[in-house]
């Protein structure tokens, strides 16, 4: 097992939470739209340097890949902007435990399905516990 894969996927849960409460915090300051623009304004210009010096696909490609395959920048503007407004009225907590939940009953619907090109995996009872499992917790921590 690939645990460092683990450890590497908690690391981007912990700084999404961190993430989160900053551009929360931030909203409230200059504007819940305003903080989304400056967060991605930032990210643009920190990938763009890493691209320059290790970037090896083909950027180009974006004008032929299917449509489907690029809505994934709206998708995270849409989360990003949710989490600004729902972190100052709810709370990283409840809003990350949220998020997580709604990923997870997404992941496993997905999987189930084969769709978006993923390996097909069937939902299976375990992971049915987990994600009521999540969904109690939700509750609990609200």
């Known amino acids: 097992m690939k645990v460092w894969i683990y450890l590497l ?3 981007a849960g912990v700084s999404l ?4 409460a900053i551009y929360g915090e931030l909203g409230k300051e200059i504007g819940k739209l305003e903080s989304s623009l400056y967060n991605f304004a930032v ?5 763009g340097l890493v691209l320059l010096f290790l970037g090896k696909g083909s950027l180009s490609y974006t004008f032929k ?14 989360y990003l902007t949710i989490l600004v407004i729902a972190i100052p009225l709810v709370g990283v907590g409840v809003a990350m435990i949220s998020v997580i939940f709604g990923q997870m009953a997404m992941s496993m619907v997905i ?6 090109g993923s390996e097909r995996k069937p ?10 499992l ?9």
């Open 65 to 78: 890949a299917p449509k489907w395959q690029l809505t994934g920048g709206i998708l995270g503007t849409i």
């Open 111 to 116: 999987e189930h399905f084969g769709w978006l």
């Open 9 to 11: 996927a908690v690391a």
């Open 134 to 142: 999540m969904l109690i917790s939700l509750f609990l921590i609200f």
């Open 123 to 132: 939902v299976n009872k375990e992971k049915m516990g987990a994600a009521a």
């Open 43 to 47: 990210g643009t210009l920190i990938i």
């Open 17 to 20: 939470s961190i993430e989160g």
